[in-house]
């Protein structure tokens, strides 16, 4: 059984971020920490069942260095992508830092599409022979991930379920504990199990079962008005209403969201993520 697990927002905003550069709007301008929003990702710490402490990123923001700095992140034990988007894989080149405290190289994890959109923008570091100096760059062990075939790293079982962002099909995931044989843990500690659903605009049906029986949710809510690739205020509230989590936590939000304002205004259960927020047995 893993101990300890803290699942850490590093990010909330959109792929402007907030405050976005040149505005000076309500939440721009805000005083309140909560509206100053880092490009979204997150990561996952604990003790796994053999004591060795592990760091698990969900995405490389580019905001990623700063987070790790923020959060005194020092040990990168994988990263697992969503998708190709540039605010969720733009800090990948941050890790090899990572690399040099670990003297390891490190896990990444991606379906197909995204896999070659790193191999392409990051060619210094998968076509390193290449390179015309030999620099310091990341070092990488790619793997494939594909809907339904989950993935278990030190005492986390990764379930990829399928989402939609507009026309993009993309990749959440469904998070347990598992124990030494593999099995999932029926009562694990907090905040798992966890779906981590960002960039959705849609759910398909094959997609409803695997998000049963949640603890932790957290779910894409990008602003008030209609968007072509992200949920609105109101279809994520609806869309948690479906899932039924015990507890629901919205990230990705622009400017347009004032948190003190909408968050006092959410049904039980449901809160506005912010950048800092941990979620563990304790929160």
Same mark, same amino acid.
């Given at each position: 059984?893993?101990?300890?697990?803290?699942?850490?927002?590093?990010?909330?905003?959109?792929? $402007?971020?907030?405050?976005?550069?040149?505005? !000076?709007?309500?939440?721009?301008?805000?005083? *309140?920490?909560?509206?100053?929003?880092?490009?979204?990702?997150? $990561?996952?710490? /604990?003790?796994?069942?053999? =004591?060795?402490?592990?760091?698990?990123?969900?995405?490389?923001?580019?905001?990623?260095?700063?987070? $790790?700095?923020?959060? +005194?992140?020092?040990?990168? !034990?994988?990263?697992? #992508?969503?998708?190709?988007?540039?605010?969720?894989?733009?800090?990948?080149?941050?890790?090899?830092?990572?690399? %040099?405290?670990?003297?390891?190289?490190?896990?990444?994890?991606? !379906?197909?599409?995204?896999?070659?959109?790193?191999? +392409?923008?990051?060619?210094?570091?998968?076509?390193?022979?290449?390179?015309?100096?030999?620099?310091?760059?990341?070092?990488?062990?790619?793997?494939?991930? !594909? &809907? @339904?075939? %989950?993935?278990?790293?030190?005492?986390? +079982?990764?379930?990829?379920?399928?989402?939609?962002?507009?026309?993009?099909?993309?990749?959440?995931?469904?998070?347990?504990?598992?124990?030494?044989? @593999?099995?999932?843990?029926?009562?694990?500690?907090?905040?798992?199990?966890?779906?981590?659903?960002?960039?959705?605009?849609?759910?398909?049906?094959?997609?409803?079962?695997?998000?049963?029986?949640?603890?932790?949710?957290?779910?894409?809510?990008?602003? /008030?008005?209609?968007?072509?690739?992200?949920?609105?205020?109101?279809?994520?509230?609806?869309?948690?209403?479906?899932?039924?989590?015990?507890?629901?936590? #919205?990230?990705?939000?622009?400017?347009?969201?004032?948190?003190?304002?909408?968050?006092?205004?959410?049904?039980?259960?449901?809160?506005?993520?912010?950048? =800092?927020? &941990?979620?563990? *047995?304790?929160?």
């Amino acid at each position: 059984m893993i101990t300890r697990p803290a699942f850490i927002l590093l990010g909330t905003g959109t792929s $402007a971020g907030i405050p976005v550069i040149g505005c !000076d709007c309500r939440v721009c301008t805000s005083g *309140d920490p909560r509206d100053a929003r880092l490009r979204t990702a997150a $990561a996952i710490r /604990y003790v796994d069942a053999a =004591g060795h402490p592990r760091t698990i990123l969900i995405d490389a923001s580019p905001d990623l260095r700063q987070q $790790a700095l923020r959060h +005194r992140i020092d040990r990168c !034990d994988a990263v697992i #992508f969503t998708h190709n988007h540039v605010d969720h894989t733009f800090g990948l080149d941050e890790t090899r830092r990572f690399n %040099a405290l670990m003297r390891s190289p490190i896990d990444i994890y991606a !379906d197909p599409h995204t896999l070659e959109h790193l191999h +392409r923008v990051y060619r210094h570091i998968f076509r390193k022979e290449q390179n015309v100096n030999d620099s310091f760059v990341a070092t990488l062990i790619p793997h494939v991930l !594909d &809907v @339904g075939m %989950a993935q278990t790293i030190h005492n986390l +079982r990764f379930e990829p379920v399928r989402l939609l962002h507009g026309r993009l099909p993309v990749l959440g995931f469904r998070i347990d504990v598992v124990d030494g044989a @593999g099995d999932v843990v029926p009562d694990p500690p907090a905040p798992f199990p966890l779906a981590y659903c960002t960039d959705v605009s849609a759910i398909p049906p094959e997609t409803w079962p695997r998000l049963a029986g949640l603890r932790t949710l957290v779910l894409d809510m990008l602003r /008030y008005r209609s968007h072509p690739t992200h949920l609105t205020v109101d279809e994520a509230i609806g869309t948690a209403e479906q899932i039924a989590a015990t507890n629901t936590w #919205f990230i990705h939000m622009t400017h347009e969201i004032l948190h003190a304002e909408l968050d006092a205004a959410l049904p039980p259960g449901m809160r506005l993520g912010h950048d =800092g927020l &941990v979620l563990s *047995d304790e929160s």
